[in-house]
């Protein structure tokens, strides 16, 4: 009951890559880096096995950005030119890379990442992959011509890892979609058909996180611009009630997210963000329980995960290894409080 976990990323030691950047340069190359992405990776394996997490990802230590560290390993896409783009509805700008031909994976992707976590672990495993939609706007296309093909496109190679994924041990695979929040008129139309694309024939858990971003500036003053009921979730709820995914994570502590709006996703386990990634002050276990006793008026408890709002890979370090730490103490001192 109220089984922690997180959104995904996580912060990368100075020894690894640049610090607090969303976009960071890697520090070394070859098997060099390898073996620092691998080193990172078990850190913070250990961190959240200390903090007292129940279900443990690799931080996406091996990843420069949640999106490019999936699409580096597909055939078809141009890294050589990239291109200035507006993302997110032109939220913020990005240099992108230009999709050129037929996609094909090259091989597997996050194959070393859940065999590391496998290994080292007894508890559940989760890898997170970007969705289709978000990779959609987050490249620029000169091949499909259409966005809808180019999103079928991708939803069959993530598939395709996915699969591999499970076979791997992995018990959670998590697909990240933050355009949900963007185009709430495609994820009707074709953005939840992609992405049960994703997860066919998947016997594992599967979940997709839309948040409302990273705690980035750009991030930050969108916000500022939704007003005081962010209510982009009760467009796309209903339509992700009735789809295959099990698993549903949303933005919740410190945002203007209705509570009530988790009651459309009746039926689905919720992922209830209980810790801010936009704000380096650490919550206390009283403020995170407080947090999921609000949230359990509308989930009910086996449904309910306490997560983070969103990944935290821009964070300072030693922050996000002390949100950690609350989460598991905030979700331990509210299953107390339940079995009284």
Same mark, same amino acid.
Request: proline fraction near 4%.
């Given at each position: ?6 959104? $995904?990323?996580?912060?990368?030691? $100075? ?22 992405? %691998? ?48 993302? %997110?509805?032109? %939220? ?70 996915? %699969? ?100 459309? !996703? ?61 989460? $598991? ?8 409080? !339940?079995?009284?």
């Amino acid at each position: 009951m109220l089984k922690t976990t997180i959104a $995904g990323s996580l912060p990368k030691p $100075g020894w690894l890559a640049e610090t607090n950047k969303l976009w960071p340069a890697w520090r070394a190359q070859g098997a060099e880096l390898e073996r620092a992405k %691998r080193d990172a990776t078990l850190l913070w394996l250990k961190e959240q096995e200390d903090a007292g997490l129940d279900i443990v990802t690799d931080g996406e230590q091996s990843r420069q950005h949640f999106v490019h560290g999936f699409l580096e390993f597909v055939e078809g896409i141009d890294f050589s030119r990239k291109v200035k783009m507006g993302i %997110r509805n032109n %939220r913020y700008d990005a240099m992108v890379p230009v999709v050129t031909g037929p996609l094909k994976l090259k091989g597997r992707v996050h194959e070393a990442e859940a065999r590391i976590l496998r290994q080292h672990s007894k508890k559940q495993i989760k890898i997170t992959m970007p969705g289709p939609m978000t990779i959609v706007d987050t490249l620029a296309d000169e091949h499909y011509g259409d966005k809808v093909k180019l999103a079928m496109a991708f939803a069959g190679l993530l598939n395709q890892e996915a %699969r591999a994924l499970q076979k791997d041990g992995v018990d959670v695979i998590q697909f990240d979609e933050p355009a949900f929040n963007v185009y709430m008129d495609d994820v009707k139309r074709w953005g939840i058909d992609a992405l049960e694309r994703a997860i066919a024939g998947l016997k594992c858990t599967t979940c997709v996180h839309i948040c409302y971003g990273y705690g980035i500036q750009a991030n930050l003053d969108w916000k500022k611009t939704l007003g005081d009921s962010w209510r982009q979730y009760e467009e796309i709820f209903p339509a992700l009630a009735k789809s295959r995914i099990k698993q549903v994570s949303l933005e919740c502590i410190h945002s203007h997210v209705p509570p009530e709006l988790m009651k459309l !996703l009746k039926g689905k386990d919720v992922l209830v963000g209980v810790i801010d990634v936009a704000s380096d002050k650490v919550e206390t276990p009283q403020e995170v329980a407080a947090t999921i006793r609000t949230a359990l008026k509308y989930v009910p408890a086996k449904h309910l995960f306490p997560c983070t709002n969103c990944g935290m890979a821009p964070m300072d370090r030693e922050v996000a290894a002390a949100k950690l730490r609350a989460l $598991g103490a905030g979700a331990a001192l509210a299953r107390k409080k !339940l079995k009284k």
